[in-house]
């Protein structure tokens, strides 16, 4: 009979190790899982933001609750992010120009969302915008 | 018969001009659209008559003025509402003047109709009960009162009226000047009052502590270890003796002790905020303004434990700097290096975390940059920043998460690092290993003298966080209203305005993530990768042999501190 490399003593202790291992990394599962339940709701997503008569045409209104900016362009709507697309700050409008400027980290965006000054790569984030059957204004930041 | 008629038109011209206040502040009036009440009118002018003006005006006086002008009309005139008896008063034509039109074109459109309910009574007890606090009661106010045209008030009137509120029904706290902090830690419907001055009895504890150094300073241990005996606890947690050249202050600078010193002051105070400190975030930022205005000695306590902090960052970069300019980690100490930059990972987390507790606007732009830089690490990212924040944004859950890892789960971690990075250091030796060849005698000190050096650095340390938190108190702000306005400090906490500075500067990952990740694996590999000092340079400041190193982390601190200088003054660089 073949005598088997591995001693009797040895193998004692690998399946031993083993078995802890494995226990380690089941518990190790088990935590992770524990804090894989969300109890927070997250921001929502869809804004009524009232009638959409109240932004006249040209117009350009912000509305800190999104928040966004509002654009009427001759009886179309548009709708812009004012979250920083860098790490989530609300941008602030300029003073002099109608661009925005986050006061994080000093990224600049122009009047249509476009960077114009890093460090924010992507442009503003053009907002789903929808008018109801009762002329409301509807906005969906997701 | 002629007296009576100038009584009539007197009395006649006072309604007019209440009219007139009414109709120019739009306080409008009334409920019951009904048939005039039969009410018989029992008007009385002294009712109608303006506050006494006091001076100089308390903010409840002021607030008193505007009540009278804008509020008296609808809520009357000791805030009982728009009550049966005080319409009554107006005389029959003016007590439903609504209906009979006298308001003519000046009438608020539509103003009459909400008023369903009636104007309430403010004033006294079980009134206002909706409001649990003085700044609910004053960002209501502030945002629809008066009637006509609602928020046309300024913060300070708000404040005014409110703080007239809770004069009259006795619960504003005596000499309290509320603001937009301090208010809501101020209940309105329970007198809280504002505690004693701490600063005297702080001063004398300083001036004991300060006597009690003295004796410290001059009395040289003489105690002698008896043979075989076995020390008590706090002895023992010391080597029995260290070289004396090494036990010197301008050695260790006292860094080490120091940061279990800050440690233990932050496990007390921290003790202490928690049984007042409320982890929900509409109570959060008032629960610890109540700490800082209600509590006695809670300004001190929480001065304490934000100091403590922050010197404990600092103190914690000088032991670091310390360890690798005297080339102390060398071997066998690499691995309680680790465990040092581990403890100091560590903390900066739990600064960090304590920060975000305050749950102000003051912290609220550092927890978003702070949490989105997660999101942009790939893969993993998205799970991590739902794991840190419990959920898709911030929240309720948020908190509580911040609360758990700094009350307990980063605490529980530096309590066991902290006690094994002690560990180490006693069975490598001590604070120094003794150069060799070291004789017995007079170049040793023994643990008894090591201990009483200690309780005078620790008694000194606490004077020196008596004085700084009696002199500069922690910051705090106004509660976070709404995760999408940005009306706070958009800084970063001081310790990170480095990483902000970096962030401003290009891709976030890389900048914000990977950048501070090799920063503490570099200083960790040092003692691995780099030449260690030779074991008899050990025991003074700049040994040769690890040279590269001390060049590399003294470079590493200017860079960083650098970027912080740049962090704080160019806010928009």
Same mark, same amino acid.
């Not at chain 2, 002629?2 to 409920?31: E, P, W, Y």
């Given at each position: 009979?073949?005598?088997?490399?591995?001693?009797?003593?040895?193998?004692?202790?690998?399946?031993?190790?083993?078995?802890?291992?494995?226990?380690?990394?089941?518990?190790?599962?088990?935590?992770?899982?524990?804090?894989?339940?969300?109890?927070?709701?997250?921001?929502?997503?869809?804004?009524?933001?009232?009638?959409?008569?109240?932004?006249?045409?040209?117009?350009?209104?912000?509305?800190?609750?999104?928040?966004?900016?509002? &654009?009427?362009?001759?009886?179309?709507? %548009?709708? =812009?992010?004012?979250?920083?697309?860098?790490?989530?700050?609300?941008?602030?409008?300029?003073?002099?120009?109608?661009?925005?400027?986050?006061?994080?980290? +000093?990224?600049?965006?122009? %009047?249509?969302?476009?960077?114009?000054?890093?460090?924010?790569?992507?442009?503003?984030?053009?907002?789903?915008?929808?008018?109801?059957?009762?002329?409301?204004?509807?906005?969906?930041?997701? | 018969?002629?007296?009576?008629?100038?009584?009539?038109?007197?009395?006649?011209?006072?309604?007019?001009?209440?009219?007139?206040?009414?109709?120019?502040?739009?306080?409008?009036?009334?409920?019951?659209?009904?048939?005039?009440?039969?009410?018989?009118?029992?008007?009385?002018?002294?009712?109608?008559?303006?506050?006494?003006?006091?001076?100089?005006?308390?903010?409840? !006086?002021?607030?008193?003025?505007?009540?009278?002008?804008?509020?008296?009309?609808?809520?009357? !005139?000791?805030?009982?509402?728009?009550?049966?008896?005080?319409?009554?008063?107006?005389?029959?034509?003016?007590?439903?003047?609504?209906?009979?039109?006298?308001?003519?074109?000046?009438?608020?459109?539509?103003?009459?109709?909400?008023?369903?309910?009636?104007?309430?009574?403010?004033?006294?007890?079980?009134?206002?009960?909706?409001?649990?606090?003085?700044?609910?009661?004053?960002?209501?106010?502030?945002?629809?009162?008066?009637?006509?045209?609602?928020?046309?008030?300024?913060?300070?009137?708000?404040?005014?009226?409110?703080?007239?509120?809770?004069? %009259?029904?006795?619960?504003?706290?005596?000499?309290?000047?509320?603001?937009?902090?301090?208010?809501?830690?101020?209940?309105?419907?329970?007198? /809280? *009052?504002?505690?004693?001055?701490?600063?005297?009895?702080?001063?004398?504890?300083?001036?004991?502590?300060?006597?009690?150094?003295?004796?410290?300073?001059?009395?040289?241990?003489?105690?002698?270890?008896?043979? *075989?005996?076995?020390?008590?606890?706090?002895?023992?947690?010391?080597?029995?003796?260290?070289?004396?050249?090494?036990?010197?202050?301008?050695?260790?600078?006292?860094?080490?002790?120091?940061?279990?010193?800050?440690?233990?002051?932050?496990?007390?105070?921290?003790?202490?905020?928690?049984?007042? =400190?409320?982890?929900?975030?509409?109570?959060?930022?008032?629960?610890?303004?109540?700490?800082?205005?209600?509590?006695?000695?809670?300004?001190?306590?929480?001065?304490?434990?934000?100091?403590?902090?922050?010197?404990?960052?600092?103190?914690?970069?000088?032991?670091?700097?310390?360890?690798?300019?005297?080339?102390?980690?060398?071997?066998?100490?690499?691995?309680?290096?680790?465990? +040092?930059?581990?403890?100091?990972?560590?903390?900066?987390?739990?600064?960090?975390?304590? =920060?975000?507790?305050?749950? !102000?606007?003051?912290?609220?732009?550092?927890? /978003?940059?702070?949490?989105?830089?997660?999101?942009?690490?790939?893969?993993?990212? !998205?799970?991590?920043?739902?794991? /840190?924040?419990?959920?898709?944004?911030?929240?309720?859950?948020?908190?509580?998460?911040?609360?758990?890892?700094?009350?307990?789960?980063?605490?529980?971690?530096? &309590?066991?690092?902290?006690?094994?990075?002690?560990?180490?250091?006693?069975?490598?030796?001590?604070?120094?290993?003794?150069?060799?060849?070291?004789?017995?005698?007079?170049?040793?000190?023994?643990?008894?003298?090591?201990?009483?050096?200690?309780?005078?650095?620790?008694?000194?340390?606490?004077?020196?966080?008596?004085?700084?938190?009696?002199? &500069?108190?922690?910051?705090?702000?106004?509660?976070?209203?709404?995760?999408?306005?940005?009306?706070?400090?958009?800084?970063?906490?001081?310790?990170?305005?480095?990483?902000?500075?970096?962030?401003?500067?290009?891709?976030?990952?890389?900048?914000?993530? &990977?950048?501070?990740?090799?920063?503490?694996?570099?200083?960790?590999?040092?003692?691995?990768?780099?030449?260690?000092?030779?074991?008899?340079?050990?025991?003074?400041?700049?040994?040769?042999?690890?040279?590269?190193?001390?060049?590399?982390?003294?470079?590493? =601190?200017?860079?960083?501190? /650098?970027?912080?200088?740049?962090?704080?003054?160019?806010?928009?660089?």
């Amino acid at each position: 009979m073949m005598k088997s490399e591995l001693s009797r003593r040895d193998f004692m202790k690998l399946s031993t190790r083993t078995l802890l291992g494995l226990g380690a990394v089941l518990g190790l599962g088990g935590l992770i899982r524990y804090f894989s339940y969300e109890p927070g709701q997250g921001p929502p997503t869809v804004f009524d933001l009232g009638d959409a008569g109240s932004f006249p045409i040209g117009s350009r209104t912000i509305r800190g609750e999104v928040p966004a900016v509002i &654009i009427n362009q001759d009886g179309v709507f %548009e709708a =812009y992010s004012l979250t920083c697309t860098h790490l989530g700050c609300t941008i602030e409008k300029d003073k002099e120009s109608i661009g925005f400027t986050c006061p994080c980290h +000093g990224s600049a965006f122009d %009047e249509t969302g476009k960077v114009i000054n890093g460090p924010a790569q992507d442009p503003l984030k053009a907002l789903h915008v929808e008018i109801t059957g009762e002329n409301r204004l509807i906005v969906h930041t997701d | 018969m002629m007296l009576r008629k100038c009584i009539a038109d007197v009395i006649l011209m006072i309604f007019f001009a209440f009219a007139a206040t009414i109709v120019s502040t739009g306080a409008a009036a009334q409920t019951i659209i009904s048939t005039p009440s039969p009410i018989a009118p029992t008007f009385d002018p002294t009712r109608l008559a303006q506050p006494p003006t006091v001076m100089p005006p308390a903010q409840a !006086d002021n607030g008193a003025q505007a009540y009278w002008s804008m509020c008296m009309g609808c809520h009357g !005139d000791h805030g009982q509402g728009l009550t049966d008896e005080w319409r009554a008063s107006y005389g029959n034509e003016y007590r439903d003047c609504w209906q009979s039109g006298c308001h003519a074109s000046d009438h608020p459109e539509n103003s009459f109709e909400i008023l369903s309910t009636g104007a309430p009574a403010l004033i006294g007890a079980g009134k206002l009960t909706r409001f649990a606090n003085a700044y609910e009661l004053q960002s209501y106010v502030h945002g629809n009162m008066p009637f006509s045209p609602a928020g046309s008030l300024t913060a300070e009137q708000s404040l005014e009226l409110t703080a007239f509120l809770l004069r %009259e029904s006795d619960t504003l706290p005596g000499g309290l000047t509320l603001d937009m902090i301090n208010s809501s830690a101020v209940t309105v419907h329970q007198k /809280v *009052n504002p505690p004693e001055n701490e600063v005297p009895g702080s001063f004398l504890l300083i001036g004991i502590l300060v006597l009690a150094t003295v004796g410290l300073t001059f009395r040289v241990s003489t105690k002698v270890a008896i043979p *075989n005996a076995r020390p008590a606890f706090v002895y023992h947690l010391h080597p029995p003796r260290i070289p004396a050249a090494q036990s010197r202050f301008w050695y260790t600078l006292g860094t080490g002790g120091l940061s279990v010193f800050l440690s233990l002051v932050l496990l007390l105070t921290g003790l202490l905020e928690m049984y007042y =400190y409320v982890p929900s975030p509409d109570r959060a930022a008032v629960s610890v303004s109540i700490i800082k205005t209600l509590v006695p000695y809670g300004n001190l306590v929480r001065n304490l434990h934000f100091w403590s902090a922050q010197f404990l960052v600092i103190v914690m970069s000088l032991h670091l700097l310390r360890v690798v300019l005297t080339g102390a980690y060398a071997p066998p100490r690499r691995f309680n290096y680790l465990l +040092g930059l581990g403890l100091l990972v560590l903390i900066l987390l739990l600064d960090f975390t304590g =920060y975000v507790l305050r749950w !102000d606007e003051g912290v609220h732009w550092a927890l /978003v940059v702070g949490t989105n830089l997660l999101k942009t690490i790939p893969l993993i990212g !998205d799970g991590l920043y739902r794991f /840190v924040m419990g959920g898709g944004g911030p929240g309720p859950a948020t908190l509580i998460r911040f609360y758990a890892w700094h009350i307990f789960g980063l605490t529980l971690a530096v &309590i066991i690092l902290v006690t094994w990075h002690a560990f180490r250091v006693r069975r490598d030796g001590g604070i120094a290993s003794a150069p060799p060849g070291l004789s017995q005698g007079q170049q040793w000190i023994t643990r008894f003298d090591l201990v009483r050096r200690e309780v005078l650095a620790m008694v000194i340390g606490i004077v020196i966080l008596l004085i700084v938190s009696l002199a &500069i108190p922690a910051p705090t702000d106004s509660p976070i209203s709404s995760f999408s306005s940005m009306t706070g400090s958009s800084q970063a906490p001081w310790f990170f305005l480095w990483v902000q500075q970096l962030l401003k500067w290009g891709d976030p990952f890389w900048l914000g993530i &990977i950048l501070p990740v090799m920063v503490v694996t570099l200083l960790g590999l040092f003692p691995y990768i780099l030449p260690n000092a030779d074991k008899n340079e050990l025991g003074h400041w700049f040994p040769r042999g690890n040279r590269l190193a001390q060049v590399l982390t003294v470079l590493l =601190y200017l860079v960083i501190l /650098v970027l912080t200088f740049l962090g704080a003054f160019s806010p928009n660089g």
